[in-house]
């Protein structure tokens, strides 16, 4: 009888798609996937350090899981991912349940540190290797429809709340001819919709290619219907790639860019190496280029030294660019990033960051309501995706990124339909098929 695994992932898309990667070694290997953690052999928890918050509530989840091991001695339980690489060690003293603790370079010698862990109990693999390139490893893909491309990991920018750069490492970029190639070979097999992944993607070099060639690349290659990228740095958005997001059909009008802040001074202290005018002027050249293009963003409140009148200008630039969404989070100090040595008179207190998210919170939602009432009435086409949690809905995306509820058969699925748009909840559409 195969050995089999469960894996469960919280954080970001670099994540979801890393546990893709997990399991298509333990596949490879001959392990066996089954639906439910109790009935696993090896539980892999794939986690994300960026936040407190992210962290605590991963532990207490290892912590429940716990139990299966109670139940069947010998099943092992192993954290990967960037809280496993950020605590190390630190993690099992914390949780002796844990068998093993896995940072993001060592998923391709799973099965050696499993049977490692089981011979001889806790293992510790969190070397990072600036020479691990990924390659040659088959994903175990979640979807039919749409796949994640990792092109890019780790990041070269030092942001100075972010705790990335030390759990991921150096920015290291794949060779463009094997990220072509898998991406032919999914467009072989039916897949139409692709995202590009990367710490800061558009930043991605490999010998005489940028981004923008990249992208032009992948677009042109057979059967890729929709494609997108995720998370750019502002900096990184040159007019070519702008130009090549324009004039590429797969490209979709929707882009990601994380702003954090409006205020030049909180930007400055948080060292993303641009002004509000700079990121505003891409945003501009943007929607010059692509009218109708869809902006979402990353913002953070109650950074150290973060004044009201800070706060203001970040409510300013909301208002301003009008993002369709936005992320948006409290500074959560993290050990070792350099914000944590700021000056402890700047830190902003809890209760005046938990206002001022609120009141973020409330601009966002309004902009974004008005944006999506206004295409109410609309019609739009949706790539099926899923089906949706709740209700017997069928769940897709407009080309700018937007969630669609619809009624429909599975069968449905991958397909691109003519859907009109009747209703919003502000944030994700319910329609109907205009056209079999
Ligand atoms: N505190 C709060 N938010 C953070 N992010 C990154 N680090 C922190 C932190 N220490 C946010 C940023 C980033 C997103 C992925 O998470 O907005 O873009
Ligand atoms: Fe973190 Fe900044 Fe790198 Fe993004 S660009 S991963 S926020 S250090």
């Known amino acids: 009888m195969s050995r089999t695994y469960w894996v469960e992932t919280y954080g970001c898309q670099m994540n979801v798609s890393d546990s893709e990667l997990m399991e298509g ?24 350090a960026i936040r407190d918050h992210a962290e605590r509530r991963v532990l207490g989840r290892v912590a429940e899981l716990n139990r299966v091991k109670k139940n069947r001695p010998g099943v092992l339980i192993g954290v990967c991912g960037c809280m496993a690489q950020r605590l190390g060690e630190r993690l099992m003293e914390q949780a002796d349940y844990v068998d093993m603790v896995i940072g993001p370079d060592a998923y391709r010698s799973l099965p050696q540190i499993i049977d490692e862990a089981s011979r001889d ?14 390659e040659g490893l088959e994903m175990r893909r979640a979807s039919r429809v749409s796949a994640w491309i990792p092109i890019q990991r780790g990041c070269n920018y030092r942001c100075t ?48 290619w940028n981004f923008a060639r990249l992208l032009r690349a992948v677009a042109r290659v057979p059967g890729v219907r929709r494609l997108r990228y995720t998370s750019p740095h502002p900096n990184d958005v040159t007019r070519e790639l702008v130009e090549v997001m324009a004039e590429e059909e797969a490209v979709c009008a ?32 943007l929607r010059e280029l692509i009218p109708h293009i869809a902006l ?15 706060f203001r200008e970040t409510l300013d630039l909301v208002n301003e660019v009008e993002y369709d969404s936005a992320f948006t989070f409290k500074y959560s100090p993290r050990d070792g990033t350099p914000s944590t040595r700021m000056d402890p008179e700047t830190f902003v207190a809890p209760e005046v960051a938990q ?3 609120e009141e973020l919170i409330k601009a966002v939602r309004e902009i974004a309501a008005r ?22 809905l069928l769940q897709g995306k407009t080309e700018t990124n937007k969630a669609v509820l619809i009624p429909g058969p599975d069968e449905w699925l991958g397909r691109y339909m003519k859907i009109a748009l009747t209703g919003t909840t502000g944030a994700t559409f319910t329609g109907y098929p205009i056209e079999r």
């Open 25 to 48: 070694v333990l596949t490879a290997d001959g392990y066996r996937s089954v639906s439910t953690p109790d009935e696993a052999d090896v539980i892999l928890v794939n986690t994300c």
């Open 296 to 310: 979402t963003t990353d913002i953070i409140v109650g950074f150290p030294g973060e004044k009201e009148e800070d």
């Open 371 to 392: 944006k999506n009432l206004a295409e109410v009435g609309s019609t739009r086409e949706v790539l099926l995706e899923k089906r949706a949690r709740r209700g017997n």
């Open 121 to 134: 109990g806790g293992v510790v693999d969190i070397e990072l290797n600036p020479a691990e390139n990924y």
């Open 161 to 208: 709340y972010c705790i990335v750069p030390y759990t991921r490492g150096d920015e290291k970029n794949r060779e463009p001819g094997a990220i072509l190639a898998e991406i032919q070979k999914l467009a072989d097999e039916g897949i139409t919709e692709f995202t590009l992944l990367g710490q800061t993607v558009n930043s991605y070099r490999f010998d005489g």
């Open 254 to 285: 929707h882009l990601h860019l994380p702003v954090q802040s409006g205020s030049n001074r909180v930007l400055k202290r948080m060292a993303r190496r641009y002004t509000r005018k700079e990121y505003t002027q891409r945003v501009e050249l």
């Open 355 to 357: 206002r001022r998210l």
